[in-house]
């Protein structure tokens, strides 16, 4: 069994690291949303299918304990699923700089992008490994080069590689995530953004932004990509 499935993971990262970046050579690249044709320069989904993606309306404040403001940027539909799956799952790291553009615009909008530090919820080092990169990470270097900041490394890291939050009811989640978190940075005085893709409950979010205070920030905000209701995630 351990050998099948070491197999399969091999044929899988050949097929996402190989395959697919020749074959986006041989063929034009079509917007997996729409089907037009991409212009040079823009991969996975075209620039009208994010602009038509639904805004999400509302303060969303009381969602993450631990942050004075969070900020969601979409409701959680059937294209924004999509493209968050593709995200994490399938290589599609490109979408970073579509999302990080979203969020730079919904930050000048409640004038707060003067952060001293913009990181986000880590990985824990083997899920990282197997998955090749963290997709919270990715939005965080492409916003920071979008506002013109450095990049820092991660102050938080995930020490308890916990299983997955999706089959876990409200109280099961912040059971599943209790001290996973630590941080050992220096962060006195500081303003951080924590970035996620989504937050549902906040159990994940709420445990980061809990290590950051502990840590000395002075105030820590949040910016998720979508919140679904549990039932749909």
Known sequence: ????????????????????????????????LCDAELPVGITVVCIDCIDRLTIFPDNANDLVSGADNTIVLYEFEENIRQLIHWFKYDQCKSLAISFARAA????????????????SVPLH???????????????????????????QTNPIRRIKNTPSQTTLNRSERKTNVSGAFICDADLKGQKI?????????????????????????????????????????
């Open 193 to 233: 953004l924590l970035i996620d893709d989504v937050v549902t409950t906040g159990s994940t979010t709420s445990a980061c932004c809990t290590v950051l205070r502990a840590a000395g920030a002075e105030s820590v905000d949040v910016l998720a990509l979508a919140n679904p209701k549990l039932s749909e995630y």
């Open 104 to 119: 730079r615009a919904r930050l000048q909008q409640y004038n707060s992008t003067d952060y001293s530090l913009i990181t």
């Open 1 to 32: 069994m351990r050998h099948g499935i070491m197999f399969s993971k091999y044929v899988n990262y050949i097929y996402r690291h190989f395959i697919v970046p020749f074959a986006d050579l041989l063929y034009p690249p079509f917007c997996r």
């Open 125 to 151: 080092p083997s899920r990282q490994r197997e998955r090749g990169y963290n997709q919270s990470e990715e939005i965080v270097r492409a916003l920071c080069r979008e506002l013109d900041q450095s990049y």
